[in-house]
């Protein structure tokens, strides 16, 4: 997302000036369950979790949210860092 990502990198720390650390790292793994990044998508699932309230985050509603995608790691990928690997 080139320098747009680190302005919401940024925002998304700047949450923590607000809410908890535990709340924070809540709302990014509910956005990234959702399959969404960003500051917006971020936020609101923070407040959600802190109202206690179902998120309301209907993707067809907020198109302009950056989409993630990430791909599970295979095991050997981490074997190749392995002292005497050969690879």
Known sequence: MGRQGKR????ILRLMET???DDVAAGINSALERGVIGFDAVKHL???????RPPRLDMTVY????KAHV?????GVYMS???GSGR
């Open 8 to 11: 919401e990198f940024v925002q």
């Open 46 to 52: 923070v407040l959600c979790r802190i109202e206690r």
């Open 71 to 75: 791909a599970a790691t295979s095991p």
């Open 81 to 83: 860092l392995l002292p």
């Open 63 to 66: 198109p302009y949210l950056p």
């Open 19 to 21: 809410f908890s650390l």
